[in-house]
């Protein structure tokens, strides 16, 4: 899997990059520096490199001071044009203050990296003697000097000691009251949740079978034993004695097997944005504002930004509902549930007939489409809204295909049983699209390969083809 790709911070090293260049900056082709800004990244981050460029073209770069200003009007431009952005343009607090910094990077000067230094430890003072008495000889000088001396040392190592402990008591009362708020978080989470669980999810009821005489024999010993010892655990437990008429909570057939009850799905939340594909394949997330007669007019969730495509580049809109929207020859919407995403099943037999060969013009390839042509009749079996599909030709092949909800499909290579010229190895490969009237149009690739690699033939044909009536 291919790492992600940090957009943001690949615009900013790139504006940067084009600014600090004298053969971009100042900005002579909008174009060409959108462009190069989305070589960095890709098209997919066209809005918000046109809002970085739209703060250049609003005149709000002119906030800034020149680059030998102090750093702190450069950080006070840099709040300035974020608010502008916010109250004047509506920018999300986000992505206004990603355009302001990456403005102040580019165009304002280089924070040079300091150098952290350690604060010292307070030197701890040792203990001053008292001062000798005037009439005090000088061995006695000598010896309390020396006396005091020793002192000191043994005060100054009882302090360090002492910081060390207080250290170490600081450190394990932390790591203790930081473990006593996490259990006390998972605790006041875990409590709504079982608050909230019906008492009979708690107990598994005993089936019975739907006879009414009681049950004989040991396994009736058994459940005779099992409710015995189940009725002190929940006298002890506080819980009152449950009904008799609750115990038989899982129906039973006749056969005696149990029935479970079915399992309940919680429903999808709901979409807040409009899913715009396009021609090229990309689907652009945003909100359709309004339909006019060339474009649509669709807003930018991250950006807060509007755009107008043009009606042409849409190959379908997918609302927050799940309807589907497309644009007839007349710039016309038209939406339904009628669409080509409506899950639906291509199964049938159909009848199908080749023609428009090309490829491989040789003399070796002319049978080549006769002997290893599917076939006439194929049975095509599907289930409604299964992402895969098998055709069965009367010839005996069969191609496991995958298909897309409008109908497109693909298969994989079948080795036919049969050998090509030359000894070679036939493959086919069909392609095409079911439609939901049941018709089926496609192609039939053929290649025939030795053993040595060599591929003598690649030959197409065109398949055409209607799904006939049930017998």
Known sequence: MAASINVRARLAAELKRLVRD????????????????????????????????????????????????????????????????????????????????????????????????????????????????????????????????????????????????????????????????????????????????????????????????????????????????????????????????????????STGAVTRAPVTVAAAPVRSTDDIVLNAGRVFEGRVLSVRQQGVIVKDEETGLDFEIAKAEIDRIVTRDGRVLRFGDDNIPLLGDDDDLTPMSHAGHYRVRYAERWGTERAACGDVARRFAPGADVLIQHLRGAPMLQLAFNNGQRFNAAVRADGLFETGASLGALRGPDSSFVSTRISGRVSRGGVLHGVARMSAVRRDGLVLCDLALTITGERQPAR
């Open 22 to 253: 004298a053969r971009e900056w100042p900005m002579r082709d909008r174009r060409r520096f959108r462009n190069l800004l989305l070589d960095a990244v890709s098209s997919d981050a066209m809005p918000m490199a046109e809002l970085l460029l739209r703060a250049h073209d609003d005149g709000l770069l002119r906030a800034f001071p020149d680059r030998s200003a102090p750093r702190a009007a450069w950080d006070a431009a840099t709040a300035r044009v974020v608010g502008d952005l916010q109250a004047q343009r509506f920018v999300e607090p986000g992505i206004a203050r990603f355009v302001a910094e990456s403005w102040a990077a580019a165009l304002g000067p280089d924070i040079a990296p300091s150098a952290r230094v350690a604060a010292p430890r307070p030197v701890v003072a040792p203990r001053q003697a008292p001062r000798p008495s005037v009439g005090a000889s000088a061995a006695s000088s000598g010896g309390q000097r020396a006396a005091s001396t020793a002192a000191a040392a043994v005060s100054s190592a009882a302090s360090m000691r002492a910081y060390r402990r207080s250290n170490m008591t600081f450190l394990v009362v932390a790591v203790l009251f930081t473990v006593l708020t996490i259990l006390a978080f998972r605790q006041t989470g875990r409590v709504p949740a079982q608050a909230a669980a019906p008492r009979a999810a708690t107990t598994m009821p005993v089936p019975v079978p739907a006879a009414a005489d009681p049950p004989t024999g040991p396994r009736a010993e058994q459940s005779s034993v099992a409710t015995g010892a189940a009725s002190p655990q929940r006298a002890q437990s506080g819980m009152p004695p449950a009904p008799d008429s609750a115990a038989p909570t899982i129906p039973a057939d």
